[in-house]
């Protein structure tokens, strides 16, 4: 069974600070995500990867950046964050052609 | 970007009734159709796909069916049971590795 974990399920922080959500996978996939949930609105897309340290911009990738240093592991950091990045960030991960594995989201909460 | 929507936005069905969901989109390069299903403060999980080379596809009492010329796929759940009770996701790829989400779909099973 494919498992994703993000290290944080709930945070908070204060407005100009560096977040860091991490994202770990075990299934060797070599796609990586980062969604972001927000009521009526459904998942956009931050960020994706491809393979490692390779990353391709999605719907909306401003505000943010990502690192994947290592196959398994995908890095969402906030640079600095704002009120409006207050969300449900979603992780996943993907083999090949096959649908989107999650992990149980991280919930931040912006100050 | 792809257009996709989603109806109806919240269903409310009696236990053991059938359920329907449609989902349109609008680029006709897409070739692969998801469904997710999230209950409440969980991930959304994948519950069934298709490809663009089938027309239907069934998983005990759930099925889903493509319709490309009319750019339009279903997800039809049989003899509903209140663990059915959840957010329901359509999300056909447009480009590689990316899904565009509908906005959802509250499906609520009465027992």
């Known amino acids: 069974d494919v498992k994703v974990t993000q290290s944080s399920r709930y945070l908070v922080k204060r407005t100009g600070e560096k977040v860091f959500l991490e994202c770990v996978q075990d299934m060797d996939h070599e796609n990586m995500f980062w969604y972001r949930q927000d009521p009526g609105l459904g998942l956009r897309l931050i960020y994706f990867s491809y393979d490692v340290k390779m990353k391709e911009k999605g719907d909306i990738p401003e505000g943010y950046s990502v690192s994947r240093e290592k196959k398994e592991r995908f890095s969402l950091i906030l640079e600095s964050a704002s009120t409006n990045q207050t969300s449900m960030y979603l992780c996943?991960?993907?083999?090949?052609?096959?649908?989107?594995?999650f992990g149980e989201g991280s919930r931040l909460t912006v100050l | 970007g792809e257009n996709v929507e989603q109806h109806p936005s919240t269903l409310s069905v009696q236990e053991g009734d059938s359920a329907v969901i449609k989902c349109t989109y609008s680029d006709s390069a897409s070739n692969y159709f998801p469904w997710y299903k999230q209950e409440l403060g969980k991930r959304p999980q994948l519950i069934i796909d298709?490809?663009?080379?089938?027309g239907e596809k069934k998983d005990q009492r759930i099925a889903v069916t493509l319709n490309k010329t009319a750019k339009h796929f279903s997800l039809h759940i049989t003899e509903t049971q209140p663990e059915d009770s959840a957010v329901y996701f359509c999300a056909p790829q447009y480009n590689f590795n990316k899904f565009y989400f509908g906005s959802g779909t509250k499906l609520n099973v009465k027992p």
């Open positions: 298709i490809r663009s080379n089938v």
């Open positions: 996943a991960s993907r083999l090949g052609g096959s649908g989107l594995f």
